[in-house]
């Protein structure tokens, strides 16, 4: 319940910020062009971006590859974090928003506080998935078999009933 609860929150926000990017693309690119780093790594960025947040909602919805899905998330948002945390450090407050929507509309500092959610959110996914599938059958590694910490998570989660 917990990783489909998860997953809705990641693709609730992957999808929408990925198709905006898509229908309004012209917009999309023009912004990315008015950031500070290079034309070059822009017009990169403009076409990659949107691939690695389709790849992203594709491995977190495809169950086998769902870990995967959360570390690409959780890589995203760290890095998508990193940069609006320069933006507000550095007082770059009037560069445009290319996130989407909906993010605009919140400002720079709880654009912030938002992308640090589903950084924590993908990261919480990941962890979740990782001991959910070991409690389910996965073989665990010798070296890492009865690890206090390892002992106490499985313990945990599998408390917590985790069946999908």
Not at 2 to 10: A, D, E, P, V
Not at 20 to 30: P, R
Not at 66 to 80: I, K, P
Not at 124 to 140: A, F, H, K
């Amino acid at each position: 319940m917990i990783l489909r609860i998860i997953t809705g929150l990641l693709l609730a926000m992957w999808i929408p910020a990925t198709m905006d990017k898509l229908v309004h693309f012209g917009e999309f690119s023009n912004g990315m062009l008015k950031q500070p780093f290079p034309d070059s790594l822009g017009r990169a960025l403009v076409y990659l971006l949107p691939a690695m947040e389709i790849l992203t909602v594709l491995l977190l919805v495809i169950q086998q590859f769902a870990r995967s899905g959360f570390l690409l998330s959780a890589a995203l948002m760290a890095v998508f974090s990193n940069y609006v945390g320069m933006t507000l450090l550095l007082g770059q407050h009037d560069l445009p928003c290319i996130c989407g929507s909906l993010i605009p509309k919140l400002g720079w500092f709880w654009h912030f506080w938002f992308n640090l959610l589903f950084l924590a959110l993908s990261i919480l996914g990941y962890y979740v998935e990782r001991n959910y599938r070991r409690s389910v059958g996965s073989v665990e590694p010798a070296s890492r078999a009865g690890r206090p910490k390892d002992n106490i998570l499985k313990s945990f989660f599998n408390s917590l009933n985790l069946k999908q």
